[in-house]
């Protein structure tokens, strides 16, 4: 991802001479351990948090919260020794990387480069196919709420999610077109808001359900064999590694969190502090989100906690959650989409620098605004056509558990644990075959396999979706 996703990219030297600068000539950074904590909890908490009560609920109420912990260990570790990439060589004055894919360039550098570029841009690129069905999903739990409700539960209110797609679609291709709104300093804070607000309600709802029904439902080794199937059970349980290892892939970000630090104390100490918060922060959030949501609702617990119609009332603040969802989902998608647009359109730029239609811009003069919009033909119809993209293939595969699924098993490993294991490896030089290699490498190892079966798991989810599904025909 470019260094805009929260960093500060402000190149020092066109600014005030009298302005401290930091090692590396650009204006001194001022973010603290609270500021980096925000961060990585805003990146953390998405979407990604609704399909934990039903990821419990195919584990169990044993295997279900220790696979969790499980993750977050993982994922805080390899945070960890992802902080000491952040300068090459020397932890304190060694070459500062920017972003994730320079800390991958510098320490690693060869085939990795490509390689880790493309994950990184299709997990992007699935991230915001996620996005678009949830969003949608959420428009259409509102609307549906509302036709229970008027007819007073009688009418069963199908829907097509199409027109919802469409309409998310329409207004990320409008944003698109507003030059680094990615930038835009309280998009942070309101992403922040919108995310407690509905992991709140769904929290709160959950320990109201288990209040008014008076006990926990869920057994010790999750859904029965009997309702779903031997192979089905299983198939779903690594679907649910997938579902919870998404919930915590965040550590394509981690780089870009660290280079908003000031120091001293050096970036790599403060970060591993704020990782900690972080990390603690959310997986206790997590635990109660699903764990109170599989409390409440046993085996049928909804892949989507709060679309997965259990609560009618009070409809009201189900809609307002919905609705969080949605305003959250439009912003993050901007985030998330920024960096692929940076990457193809200086792409462009390189390899056809003398191409009019690339730098060639209209004035346009929209009412109300004192100055007029300057439109790039190209980009106006590169990110129209990329946002098309997205909606297009999210109305081809609308299922939100398994395509989260899949975007968890594929961008674990390797971003997550790979990469970071090796650069640390290299960086601090630990010998082959000794008792650290051969740790980090059956740490990697292992996730690995969890990675292929939660991949296998959803795939396995899709396929079972695709036999009763028509393409661009999904009603709910």
């Not at 959250?328 to 193809?344: D, K, M, N, W």
């Not at 009412?367 to 007029?372: E, I, K, T, V």
Request: net charge neutral; proline share 4%; glycine share 8%.
């Amino acid at each position: 991802m470019g260094d805009h996703v929260h960093g500060i990219s402000i190149d020092g030297s066109s600014s005030n001479r009298f302005e401290p600068f930091d090692d590396d000539g650009r204006i001194r950074r001022t973010g603290t351990i609270w500021t980096a904590s925000a961060h990585i909890i805003t990146a953390i908490i998405g979407s990604g948090v609704l399909s934990l009560a039903w990821a419990i609920a195919q584990l169990g109420w044993i295997a279900g919260p220790s696979v969790m912990i499980l993750f977050a260990i993982v994922s805080y570790y390899t945070a960890v020794i992802l902080a000491d990439c952040y300068r090459t060589g020397d932890p304190v004055s060694g070459k500062r990387n920017y972003t994730y894919m320079d800390s991958v360039r510098s320490i690693l550098g060869g085939a990795h480069v490509p390689t880790c570029g493309l994950i990184q841009y299709l997990n992007l690129f699935g991230i915001m196919v996620g996005y678009t069905i949830a969003a949608s999903i959420s428009m259409m739990a509102i609307k549906r709420s509302d036709c229970f409700h008027e007819s007073g539960g009688k009418n069963p209110c199908h829907m097509s999610s199409n027109p919802y797609m469409i309409m998310f679609g329409l207004v990320e291709t409008l944003l698109s077109q507003i030059p680094d709104f990615d930038q835009v300093w309280w998009l942070s804070i309101v992403a922040s808001i919108m995310s407690f607000t509905y992991s709140s309600v769904g929290l709160a709802l959950g320990i109201a359900k288990v209040a008014a029904t008076g006990n926990f439902r869920g057994s010790l080794t999750g859904i029965s064999v009997v309702s779903v199937g031997q192979t089905q059970k299983i198939w779903r349980s690594f679907q649910a590694l997938g579902d919870i290892a998404f919930a915590f892939s965040f550590s394509f970000i981690l780089i870009e969190i660290q280079d908003t630090l000031r120091s001293p104390p050096s970036e790599a100490k403060t970060m591993k502090k704020a990782t900690l918060i972080s990390t603690t922060t959310t997986t206790v959030f997590y635990m109660l989100c699903g764990c109170m949501g599989y409390a409440a609702f046993g085996d049928h617990a909804p892949g989507n906690l709060l679309t997965g119609f259990g609560f009618y009332n009070p409809f009201w603040l189900l809609d307002i959650a919905n609705a969080a969802i949605v305003v959250h989902l439009v912003g993050a998608y901007q985030v998330f989409c920024q960096p692929i647009y940076a990457f193809v359109e200086k792409w462009a730029a390189q390899k056809w620098p003398d191409n009019e239609l690339l730098s060639k811009e209209f004035k346009l003069q929209i009412p109300g605004f004192l100055r007029p919009y300057s439109v790039n033909i190209f980009k106006l119809v590169w990110r129209t056509v990329f946002v098309i993209l997205t909606t297009v293939i999210s109305m081809l595969l609308p299922f939100f558990n398994d395509i989260v699924g899949i975007l968890g098993a594929l961008g674990f490993w390797p971003l997550t644990v790979y990469y970071p294991v090796e650069m640390y490896i290299t960086q601090k030089e630990i010998p082959r075959w000794s008792f650290s290699w051969v740790c980090l490498e059956l740490l990697s190892i292992a996730c690995l396999m969890v990675s292929v079966l939660a991949a296998a798991g959803s795939v396995a989810g899709v396929m079972l979706d695709l036999r009763v599904y028509k393409p661009f025909e999904m009603s709910y």
